[in-house]
């Protein structure tokens, strides 16, 4: 861990220099969302003091300016996730707007009775509910695919999953609750053997995994910006562009239109056709902005530190003999959900929070993945690039004081 | 009692007490004290919703006056509800309607107010007084 610059990081983070009940900040909710480097605030404020424009709209010096910011951001993003062209890349409001999208147009543009959408037991609500809405407009059904007790998706039975009924396969790329990295080339492998395409969630996976689209070959990767170190509300989609093009509009207003008439409209072309509306285009250039910072660290450097503070929460917390971890699949992200033996994990939270050490209490927005362990939620810490081993220390001691003062 | 003085007696406990720690351990306290609700009570029906942690409750109507019982997994909300009972039980649907929480600030637990927290202290609040509504108008229909 010794070269990595842990301190200039933790410097370039703001909001991470306090103390709260005056104890230091330790925050170990970034699966939640993440903080912001100051690089990023201050580009967001610059734009919104110096070039603050409609994008796409009027011919104006500034407008000009910063359509040209926003399209560049989106080829930042395109670059990211390694995207062969940016039309390829929409900004949306989020991971919900992105799946929302994909559901919606090809529920409209594909789905008819009978047909069958494959999901897993890990999806978090987001990757559930939008199929689930679209599956009852257009009489399909979901099939879901088991996982293991260590928090692995079950690939054999995903395989029987399949039949000339699939249509769809969404799955995320890392369980926001159990830190599990999915094998999701292999996933996609596996979909496209039956000629069926997959949309990832990577909500969780971008900002922990190297992406790239093209080596994935998924159909959709989609994220949002402000767990990835970016602003909130804003998001993206990626489509392979036979897919882009073939469903129909999502939403319905301007930018996204070619020519309109009160007796027929016709759409604009990639990528404008999915973004109706005066975008959040702050949002996006201020995404790139974070994007850039990452890159400039080094990813492949986040990724190592983040699975050595993996590697050291994950032995650290095994010391605790109280504690009950779910997930613990040998390829996780630095993500644990865990129960103290007979302890409410509400309670739990309640007490850290004195501490100082902020975590995520509850179901996590994954309802069936808690019936599947029987259980009515756990305690997530989840890491990042500017979490330490001290905070994790913490993050232990902490626990330890609840078990003492519930005894 | 008037509830007003319960509420007086409450803030006098917790002014005895130091850090957040000393109150919550008081809290843990009482909700391990608390008298569990009957298992009949313990299911679906008696669930107050909206809450990360579970918390059941119910209230009899004896000689004019409700009583209530609760029980929650979780232990700090198990005390709350605990504080709770102690100042509305044993008291009228109108006397527990016309009554002000101010004691909730007075002892620091006003976070627990937020919705944010999720814990059930309001939701909690207004099943209590749901009861006491349901029961007074029972009364004025008989």
Redesign the interface.
């Known amino acids: 861990m010794n070269d990595f610059p842990i301190e200039q990081i933790r410097k370039d983070f703001p909001i991470l220099d306090q103390l709260v009940y005056g104890k230091p900040l330790a925050y170990l909710d970034n699966g939640a969302t993440t903080q912001k480097p100051l690089r990023m605030i201050e580009a967001v404020n610059r734009l919104h003091r110096e070039q603050n424009a409609s994008v796409h709209r009027s011919v104006s010096f500034l407008s000009d300016k910063i359509t040209q910011a926003y399209e560049e951001a989106r080829t930042t993003v395109q670059k990211f996730i390694g995207a062969s062209k940016s039309l390829q890349i929409i900004f949306t409001s989020g991971t919900t707007g992105s799946i929302n999208l994909v559901a919606f147009s090809f529920g409209e543009g594909i789905l008819e009775p009978g047909d069958e959408i494959i999901i897993s037991t890990m999806e978090h609500h987001s990757n559930i509910v939008p199929w689930q809405m679209v599956c009852e407009r257009h009489g399909a059904r979901l099939r879901i695919i088991p996982i293991t007790d260590e928090g692995d998706l079950d690939l054999d039975a995903y395989q029987n999953l399949f039949s000339d009924r699939t249509r769809m396969v969404a799955v995320t790329h890392v369980s926001n609750v159990l830190g599990t990295i999915n094998p999701v080339k292999e996933i996609v492998q596996i979909a496209h053997s039956h000629r069926v395409p997959i949309l990832l969630d990577g909500a969780q996976g971008v900002q922990h995994e190297p992406v790239n689209v093209v080596d994935l070959d998924c159909d959709f990767y989609v994220f949002s910006g402000h767990k990835i170190y970016g602003p909130t509300g804003i998001g993206i989609l990626y489509g392979k562009e036979e897919w882009l093009e073939r469903l129909p509009p999502y939403q319905g207003g301007g930018d996204m239109i070619d020519r309109v008439t009160f007796e027929k409209t016709t759409y604009n072309g990639l990528p404008f056709k999915f973004e109706a509306g005066t975008t959040n285009f702050i949002g996006a250039i201020g995404l790139a902005e974070s994007l850039n910072y990452l890159t400039g660290i080094g990813l492949d450097k986040i990724i190592r530190y983040e699975h050595e503070l993996r590697d050291y929460a994950t032995q650290k917390l095994s010391g605790i003999k109280q504690l009950r971890m779910y997930g613990t699949s040998a390829e996780k992200a630095a993500i644990f959900s865990f129960v103290l033996e007979g302890i409410h994990p509400f309670d739990t939270g309640m007490i850290i929070d004195k501490f100082g050490v902020a975590v995520r209490t509850g179901t996590h927005c994954t309802m069936p993945l808690m019936q599947r362990f029987g259980i009515e939620g756990t305690v997530r810490a989840s890491l990042c690039l500017y979490n330490t081993t001290d905070e994790i220390d913490r993050l232990h001691d902490a626990l330890n004081s609840v078990i003492d003062l519930m005894a | 009692m008037e509830i007003i003085d319960i509420q007086k007696e409450i803030v006098e406990e917790f002014a005895g007490l130091g850090e957040?720690?000393e109150r919550?351990?008081y809290l843990?306290d009482l909700g391990k004290s608390l008298p569990l609700i009957d298992q009949a009570y313990r299911n679906d029906e008696y669930l107050i919703r909206g809450c990360?942690?579970?918390v059941w409750l119910n209230a009899d109507l004896r000689e004019g006056k409700i009583y209530y019982t609760a029980d929650s997994?979780?232990?700090?909300?198990k005390g709350i509800a605990s504080l709770m009972i102690r100042i509305f039980t044993g008291h009228t649907p109108d006397e527990i309607l016309n009554t002000d929480l101010g004691f909730i600030e007075e002892i620091g637990l006003k976070e627990h107010l937020s919705p944010t927290r999720?814990?059930g202290l309001v939701s909690m609040i207004n099943q209590m007084r749901y009861y006491a509504m349901a029961y007074k108008a029972k009364q004025q229909n008989l």
């Open positions: 957040w720690m919550y351990n843990i990360q942690s579970r997994d979780a232990i700090i909300t999720s814990n």
